[in-house]
């Protein structure tokens, strides 16, 4: 299944939305020996605050079995924006926003195989999305081997919102009374996506899992908020300019994923995962996570991951002169960097009394820590103290906090 939009106004979301999307049970993965998902829902509230950015909101997930070989799942996220990211404030009057995203999806039992579909609506004022996805997986061998084939495509609007010109003019640095589609700006993206997985299970306690996944993205791939910067005399020592993108991008990721189950009921999990693309972008993931029931219905979690990746070849944090090449990019997406994630979570399982039709419940904790170091993305907003170019390079560190509760019924 394809995950939401992972930028608004510059708003890094990876993490928090593909750690959601696992707890919400929305991501497409074969259930082993060709069984359909229990019935159960999900409510959920979510938090990251990072880097001046506060992003939070509810997400409400319910899945329901028709008969005995169809499942049907719905799913309401919600994202409420405050503010841009460090490299769109060069350029963006201070803002809040609402992203809102309604996925439908459907599982569908013949034999040993699985087929699934499903549409992904995301809109905001200034961005609107639509995803459908279908995969088909099969079991075989026994029920130890699953291999499924995804495919999904995608369509973006994209829009500019600006100060309403018809208002009067409003002081520097505060917020804009009135925010509009800027008539002049109307932009396209396509998006295709093909995934290929593999789920062996090795022996009674270890599985493996191998995915590749290829993506070609294809229109207006930049951000209409984001400017580059050149150098030029006086000022500040830098002038903005809009960023040129190339029309299309090709991305391919390969990763593999083993888990270890313990004797002492406790599960290891490693994986790593490859990434390149055409912009010259190449990245590596490097995941553990260690599972463990304690007492009484708790169950504890404990994650690291790093990740490490170049910059684009046409990313720069301040080209030498305007017009300095075909493309030229300042985001900071496209930076070099290293991240490391630290997790831990935990999930009490509990009965409802008085209510039969409720078979389990439990309540979820999620508390991740973000911390990004930029090799060559600098604080132009420290340009006056510093200089252009001189600037300290960017950290950020971000909280991202979930808290859910499940019931199966």
Known sequence: MAAPRADTRGVRLLPLLARTLLALGMVAVPALGGVLPEDEADVMYHSYSGGDITVQGPSVLIRKKVGDNLSLTYNYYEDMISSASIDVKLSASP?????????????????????????????????????????????????????????????????????????????????????????????????????????QILTRNLLANVNYEID???????????????????????????????????????????????????????????????????????????????????????????YTQTHATFYSDLFPYANYSNFMARDRELAAFDSWTLGVGASYQFQVPQVPWIHKSTANIRYDRLMIDYKDFRDALLAAEYGAGREPLYKLDANILEVFLSIWY
């Open 216 to 306: 070609t993205d294809q229109g207006y791939l930049a951000n209409p908020y984001r400017e580059i910067r050149y150098a030029s005399p006086g000022g500040l020592g830098f002038t903005l300019a809009p960023q040129v993108y190339p029309g299309t991008r090709t991305s391919n990721a390969a990763s593999v994923l083993l888990k270890y189950y313990l004797p002492w009921r406790a599960a290891l999990t490693g994986s790593y995962r490859f990434y390149h693309d055409t912009f010259g972008v190449t990245g590596s993931t490097l995941e553990t996570d260690y599972t463990l029931p304690v007492w009484k219905g708790w169950i504890f979690d404990g994650s690291v991951r790093y």
């Open 95 to 199: 803002y809040h926003e609402i992203r809102k995203q309604n996925s439908f999806g459907a599982d569908f039992l013949h034999g040993k195989t699985t087929y699934s579909v499903g549409y992904i609506h995301s809109r905001e004022p200034d961005y609107i999305a639509d995803t459908t996805y279908y995969s088909v997986s099969q079991d075989m061998f026994g029920d130890l081997t699953t291999i499924t084939l995804g495919y999904r495509r995608g369509w973006d609007n994209v829009y500019r919102d600006i100060c309403n010109p018809a208002l009067p003019a409003h002081p520097v640095g505060t917020e804009c009374p009135q925010i509009i589609n800027d008539p002049t700006f109307h932009q396209r993206a396509d998006h295709w996506g093909y995934t290929f997985g593999l789920t």
